[in-house]
């Protein structure tokens, strides 16, 4: 008391703030979290990953796993055999390296899976050490939106020489009588059609990733 005049006690102290670190966790949060309306969650390592992430690397895993396929049963196409022509035993020797078109399934199948892999490791560093998206520019966007178109138009041109040749081995040439030579090479025939079916469905999962970054593009 002083001067006879009753000392208001002082005001308790303010609940202390969010530490600047934590406003900043919490904003980048709720920034992830409404980025264009996208349920996100939060992986083992700390990254945020949204629907839309989770389909590209479905996508990217699917392109590589088919263009693996396709070129792994290409390159194992090789036989020999023998085959009866008009009374003749003739030898017969196939592999893939003899034909144009199977080389250049093979290269394009190779380049396919060499472009996945290096898609999918980009996405796994910033996911891991960067924590940030699988897309993060639209720069990036277009980037990968044209190897996807590239690659699509690729994988079609590859299986429809690659089947071009195949039905040739399997019907002759026309007006010409040859024999059915995949009724003796028919391990080397079994091999070209499986990688040439996994080529195509690689084409599907690239134009599917492609349409996929359209829909990126067109969000962002």
């Known amino acids: 008391m002083m001067n006879g005049h009753k000392t208001e006690p002082a005001p308790p102290p303010p609940p202390p703030s969010a530490t600047p670190r934590q406003l900043t966790e919490a904003k980048v949060m709720a920034e992830e979290n409404g980025r264009q309306g996208e349920p996100c969650v939060r992986s083992k390592t700390g990254g945020i990953l949204t629907k839309g992430d989770v389909v590209v690397l479905t996508l990217r895993l699917l392109c590589m796993a088919t263009s693996v396929t396709a070129m ?8 020999v055999s023998a085959a ?15 034909f144009y078109s199977f080389e250049y399934l093979v290269g394009v199948t190779a380049t396919a899976t060499a472009y996945s ?5 980009i996405a796994g560093s910033r996911l891991l050490v960067k924590k940030s998206p699988v897309i ?12 996807d178109q590239i690659l ?33 090479l028919d391990s080397f025939c079994d091999h ?17 990733a492609a349409v996929q970054d359209v829909i990126w593009l067109s969000t962002h």
């Open 72 to 79: 792994s049963f290409m390159v194992t196409a090789r036989q």
């Open 84 to 98: 009866s022509f008009y009374g003749f035993q003739l030898q017969l020797h196939s592999k893939w390296s003899f």
């Open 117 to 121: 892999l290096l898609q999918l490791l």
């Open 136 to 147: 993060p520019s639209r720069n990036q966007a277009w980037l990968v939106f044209a190897g």
């Open 152 to 184: 699509a138009y690729a994988m079609m041109s590859a299986g429809s020489a690659a089947s071009g040749v195949a039905n040739l081995n399997r019907t002759g040439i026309r007006h010409t009588a040859l024999p059915n030579f995949c009724k003796s």
């Open 192 to 208: 070209v059609t499986v990688s040439i079916a996994f080529t195509f469905f690689s084409c599907v999962m690239y134009a599917a």
